[in-house]
């Protein structure tokens, strides 16, 4: 019983290990994804002695990889890749804030700068960037610093705004609450929101999107690992049924 509980345990891993990577790989076309990793730590009981074998495995964490992605070419002005550290903050129609490496923004029919979405995109002081004059909006144009700039119906310059940035000291305590948005969380520590280039934060590439920092092979190659896994731990279990099968008979 012990051979197959420690095999169960090893198909739940297993499987969790598939769920994550079949993830990834779904993702690997997402803008601003960030892959996950699966860590793994062992079943020890800690009153048994320093000879007994442990009781099988766990998952210990799922861990997000923020490392920044390749660059994708759009040609469009308000498509915004982040060259170094921070996200996005958007806000929805509810008020609820949350950060995003995905910076694929558009006018809408009030001026706003908004996402797929719907959300606003945020200054650094939490305000919705709002393009000043009627529309439709010409010439748009985004600086290193977020600086944005545009011409509208009559011709007339728009009053400047400027996206804002935010950080966190520890971005792995970010909770996921989509493919490619996160909320901040007691973990992540106090946001740190300024205009890009400051305080460590940094700066943005207009016409430019940040692609997933899903490598395929990579995650092929982890895939196999994670089958062959719980194909072993599969027959360990069956080992022990036929195991118990030949003492009942005996």
């Given at each position: 019983?012990?051979?197959?509980?420690?095999?169960?345990?090893?198909?739940?891993?297993?499987?969790?290990?598939?769920d994550?990577?079949?993830?990834?790989?779904?993702?690997?076309?997402?803008?601003?994804?960030?892959?996950?990793?699966?860590?793994?730590?062992?079943?020890?009981?800690?009153?048994?002695?320093?000879?007994?074998?442990?009781?099988g495995?766990?998952?210990?964490?799922?861990?997000?990889?923020?490392?920044?992605g390749?660059?994708?070419?759009?040609?469009?002005?308000?498509?915004?890749?982040?060259?170094?550290?921070?996200?996005?903050?958007?806000?929805?129609s509810?008020?609820?804030?949350?950060y995003?490496r995905?910076?694929?923004?558009?006018?809408?029919?009030?001026?706003?700068i908004?996402?797929?979405?719907?959300?606003?995109?945020?200054?650094?002081?939490?305000?919705?960037?709002?393009?000043?004059?009627?529309?439709?909006?010409?010439?748009?144009?985004?600086?290193?610093?977020?600086?944005?700039?545009?011409k509208?119906?009559?011709?007339?310059?728009?009053?400047?705004?400027?996206?804002?940035?935010?950080?966190?000291?520890?971005?792995?305590?970010?909770?996921?609450i989509g493919?490619?948005?996160?909320?901040?969380?007691?973990?992540?520590?106090?946001?740190?929101?300024?205009?890009?280039?400051?305080?460590?934060?940094?700066?943005?590439?207009?016409?430019e999107?940040?692609?997933?920092?899903?490598?395929?092979?990579?995650?092929?190659?982890?895939l196999?690992?994670?089958?062959?896994?719980?194909?072993?731990?599969?027959?360990?279990?069956?080992a022990?049924?036929?195991?118990?099968?030949?003492?009942?008979?005996?």
């Amino acid at each position: 019983m012990s051979a197959m509980n420690t095999g169960l345990t090893g198909l739940k891993a297993a499987t969790s290990h598939i769920d994550v990577v079949s993830h990834n790989i779904a993702n690997a076309s997402t803008t601003g994804f960030k892959k996950g990793d699966i860590e793994f730590g062992d079943l020890v009981d800690s009153n048994a002695g320093k000879t007994t074998p442990g009781s099988g495995v766990r998952t210990q964490a799922i861990n997000q990889s923020f490392l920044q992605g390749d660059a994708d070419m759009t040609g469009n002005a308000l498509d915004l890749r982040i060259n170094g550290s921070g996200f996005f903050a958007v806000k929805d129609s509810s008020g609820n804030t949350s950060y995003t490496r995905d910076g694929s923004f558009h006018v809408d029919k009030d001026g706003n700068i908004v996402n797929s979405l719907g959300q606003n995109l945020l200054d650094k002081g939490g305000t919705p960037l709002k393009i000043s004059g009627t529309g439709p909006w010409t010439d748009i144009s985004v600086d290193d610093y977020g600086n944005i700039t545009a011409k509208d119906s009559t011709g007339a310059d728009t009053t400047a705004i400027q996206a804002g940035l935010t950080n966190f000291p520890n971005v792995n305590g970010l909770k996921r609450i989509g493919d490619t948005q996160w909320a901040a969380t007691t973990e992540s520590g106090t946001a740190i929101t300024d205009a890009p280039g400051t305080k460590g934060l940094g700066t943005l590439t207009s016409g430019e999107l940040e692609s997933s920092n899903v490598d395929l092979a990579t995650e092929l190659v982890d895939l196999i690992v994670a089958q062959r896994d719980f194909n072993a731990n599969s027959k360990s279990i069956t080992a022990g049924k036929e195991m118990i099968q030949t003492v009942i008979n005996i």
